[in-house]
């Protein structure tokens, strides 16, 4: 069975699986994508650099659209209350640049890194090109493959996993309207697990789904992990291990 299938038929939680990332640093690279993607591309030690500062760097390209003559770099600022996104001139970890209006969404699809992704991100990506158009972007790795299909909605940062065609429209619809769809939901990036953990519970036990609300920060909720049995792959062909949830204490 793939990572994914194995994820689902043990029953492991989706909530506070995000990748942690305050910021994203995202390379348009059109060339195909290996398995370690971004350091292939020749920007490893970038991304070291980007991981020690909690900006999680990536490669993305357009969904079976021809890229621009120039290279597009963006910066994703997730942290509330204002999140933005600049298109850079270069990719560095401490450039500025001019601010891009409206959402872009992206979906991981790198089969050479997974083939859960590859399979069925592509798939997602194929369903919602229709209606994204240019705002969405293939992306090289997300994390969480077993939770494939991934997508991240920014600038936000919020990450929805085990998607099908149905829910990532509902997905897409709710994040224009400022809202969280809870059942699909991993998590927002620029939360650490544990308070990923909290802010789901939260937002379970109020029914405020609102993107720019913070009910957690009116309870007093605290949360405990739990490792997960049986061990299970991570990744498709991956060794197993005991994944990380959360109960409320």
Not at 68 to 97: K, N, Q, T, Y
Not at 136 to 141: A, C, F, K, N, P
Request: with cysteine.
């Amino acid at each position: 069975m793939r990572c994914s299938e194995l994820s689902i038929a043990f029953g492991e939680p989706l909530y506070a699986t995000a990748p942690f990332a305050r910021e994203w640093l995202l390379i348009e690279e059109p060339a195909a994508w290996g398995e370690k993607a971004v350091a292939e591309a020749g920007f490893g030690e970038l991304e070291a650099r980007g991981k020690d500062k909690g900006v999680r760097v990536g490669l993305i390209r357009p969904f079976r659209r021809r890229g621009g003559r120039a290279r597009r770099i963006f910066r994703v600022s997730c942290a509330p209350p204002e999140p933005f996104v600049e298109l850079l001139p270069e990719p560095d970890l401490d450039a500025r640049g001019e601010r891009v209006e409206g959402p872009l969404y992206l979906v991981c699809t790198n089969g050479r890194r997974d083939v859960c992704c590859g399979f069925a991100g592509r798939e997602l990506a194929r369903a919602l090109a229709p209606e994204l158009g240019d705002r969405l972007w293939e992306t090289s790795h997300v994390g969480g493959h077993r939770f494939a299909p991934n997508l991240v909605c920014l600038p936000e940062g919020l990450v929805y996993g085990r998607l099908d065609a149905e829910a990532a429209r509902r997905v897409v619809a709710a994040h224009r309207d400022g809202r969280i769809v809870l059942e699909h939901f991993r998590g927002r990036s620029a939360l650490e697990p544990e308070a990923q953990a909290v802010d789901y519970f939260a937002r379970r036990e109020t029914g405020r789904l609102e993107i720019a609300d913070d009910p957690a920060a009116e309870l007093d909720l605290r949360v405990e992990p739990v490792a997960l049995d049986p061990p299970r792959p991570e990744s498709c062909g991956g060794d197993p291990k005991r994944p990380t949830t959360w109960r409320l204490a």
